[in-house]
């Protein structure tokens, strides 16, 4: 009897174990990394070597075990998020006023240093907390690049901008474990007229092109219209 009774217990325990291990099982997306923390030390390393004790463990992907006794755990997103920004009227080089649009595409670095730095500053706040972190970077360092360019500049070469902006950047989401996949100026804008008053030229140019363009034209029809009446007429009298 006792050994029934000690069987049913040992089924009773296993069974427990097992509902235990299933139910704290965390299952962590390919996009995401989950950080548990609560037992022991850990060590990452970053690309220079550097080295820096953390207080929790990084999981990507899969399931992972977390004893609910001991250990929290929380979801980092390691999606790529677009951050549109748009900065207010900004002083160029050469003292004229005007706006820009860009979009930048913004992630959490892959490697376990960066994933440390990125949970230490925005675990919990998901993706609205890093957007709106990377929002503030880049707006800001937009609109210092945009001081050192001319509207001339920013219009023929933005690429330059760009690259300009990304390097200014890419140092402060180091630190934050970002890292800017993409930036680009979409469009510039001023209130004066200025951009506008660049175009026209062009414009004028265009126009006039066009008009000289169409005169040639009527003229060929004219010329041919010509010929064709006298071949015609030559035509008439060799028959009569």
Not at 14 to 29: C, D, P
Not at 59 to 76: K, T, Y
Not at 108 to 113: A, I, L
Not at 132 to 139: F, G, I, K, N
Request: glycine share 8%; no cysteine.
């Amino acid at each position: 009897m006792w050994i029934a009774i000690i069987g049913a217990v040992a089924v009773v325990l296993v069974v427990a174990w097992v509902f235990f291990r299933v139910a704290n099982t965390k299952k962590v997306g390919a996009n995401e990394a989950l950080i548990i923390s609560g037992r022991g030390r850990y060590t990452v390393e970053d690309r220079a070597g550097h080295k820096r004790a953390i207080g929790y463990r990084i999981h990507l992907g899969g399931a992972v075990f977390v004893n609910p006794l001991w250990e929290s755990a929380a979801v980092l997103p390691l999606d790529i998020f677009t951050v549109p920004v748009k900065t207010p009227e900004v002083l160029t080089r050469q003292g004229v006023l005007i706006t820009a649009e860009a979009n930048g595409q913004v992630k959490v670095r892959s490697d376990e240093y960066s994933i440390s730095l990125a949970a230490e500053q925005f675990l919990g706040q998901g993706q609205g907390g890093i957007t709106q972190v990377a929002h503030e970077v880049l707006e800001g360092h937009a609109r210092a690049v945009i001081g050192t360019m001319t509207v001339e500049e920013l219009y023929t070469d933005r690429a330059r901008f760009a690259e300009t902006v990304r390097a200014k950047v890419e140092p402060d989401f180091a630190q934050m474990g970002l890292g800017l996949v993409s930036f680009s100026l979409k469009d510039i804008s001023d209130a004066q007229g200025y951009i506008q008053a660049l175009g026209a030229p062009h414009l004028a140019k265009a126009r006039e092109q066009a008009e000289i363009a169409r005169a040639e034209a009527e003229r060929e029809v004219v010329i041919k219209s010509a010929l064709a009446k006298k071949e015609g007429d030559v035509a008439r009298l060799v028959a009569e």
